[in-house]
């Protein structure tokens, strides 16, 4: 039975190791970074990926380096909630049992590469990792949790030929009227990027947008007004500054009430910024006349 919500153990320890081998990738953790951590561990799951007279999937990895074992972060923690619920779901403690099944019933392409590569059939190994945790052989894929919304974490925002075509043409125009006149210091520079941010957030709250048109949006909303107030005040976006999607990473949440954990500096610094940025957006407001509602 399960013991606690924290994973410890064959899973774990697949985990990290997996992690180790990212790292000397010089990459992220993605699944087939876990994949590999599974197979170099003991137990049924790793018994599973033996590859028998077949490279090691070590070896497979290695050998194509970073074009096939790149990570991404929003697939491993998919595959990781996707093992847990399996595990919870049979009363179980979660092992590298439940992450490899995970993995085979997220099936993307590097692990299904890697295993073609191994000599390894995903379904035989499916069904021997079933039975050693006295799974049905026959039960249908279990059930994932949904992807991060595209643009967000390491996942790429929807190409802007996918992009709602209402909100895109409303959040194209403002580009167009950007007051970038009247960016003359640093403070100017980071008003306008919160209210681009802020408004692009507006507009894309309509019903019928789901989080992958959402999110896309404001990412690449915040890279095209990023692009252009670099190229209008390249002495104001500072050395190593990236021009672009930053400005996802810092999306504002506003609060009713005082986080008094945080202090009154920090409250205090919080108010003069939001000030600031409303009288910006007063002495600008003139530039957005006649912009376009989705």
């Keep these: ?49 033996d590859p028998g007279d077949g490279p090691s999937l070590r ?58 590569r191994a000599r390894l059939d995903p379904a035989a190994v499916r069904r021997a990792v079933l039975a050693a945790i006295g799974a049905p052989a026959g ?38 009227h950007l007051p970038l006149a009247r960016v003359r210091r640093r403070s100017d520079f980071d008003a306008l990027s919160h209210l681009e941010r802020d408004m692009a957030w507006r507009l894309t709250r309509r019903p019928g947008l789901d989080d992958d048109q959402r999110y896309s949006l404001l990412w690449h909303h915040a890279d095209r007004v990023g692009q252009r107030l670099a190229q209008a005040t390249p002495d104001l976006a500072g050395p190593g500054r990236r021009a672009g999607a930053t400005a996802m990473a810092s999306l504002r949440h506003r609060h009713a009430f005082l986080n008094l954990t945080a202090g009154w500096g920090t409250w205090f610094r919080n108010r003069q910024v939001g000030l600031r940025d409303r009288w910006f957006r007063l002495r600008t407001i003139r530039f957005y006349q006649g912009a376009p509602q989705p």
């Design 1 to 49: 039975m399960v013991n606690g919500d924290e994973p410890s153990g064959s899973y774990l320890e697949s985990v990290h190791r997996g992690l180790r081998f990212a790292r000397e990738l010089g990459c992220r953790g993605g699944p087939v970074h876990l994949l590999v951590g599974i197979s170099e561990g003991h137990g049924a799951a790793a018994a599973a990926l």
């Design 59 to 116: 070896a497979v990895v290695l050998a194509a380096g970073r074009t096939r074992g790149d990570g991404a972060t929003y697939l491993y923690m998919q595959a990781q909630g996707g093992a847990m619920s399996f595990a919870r779901g049979r009363g179980e403690n979660p092992a590298a049992e439940h992450l490899l099944v995970a993995l085979l019933d997220q099936g993307t392409p590097g692990v299904l590469w890697a295993l073609n």
């Design 139 to 176: 039960d249908l894929l279990i059930a994932l949790p949904p992807l991060a919304p595209a643009g967000t974490m390491d996942r790429p925002p929807l190409a802007a030929a996918e992009l709602d075509s209402r909100a895109w043409t409303a959040l194209r125009w403002r580009q167009d």
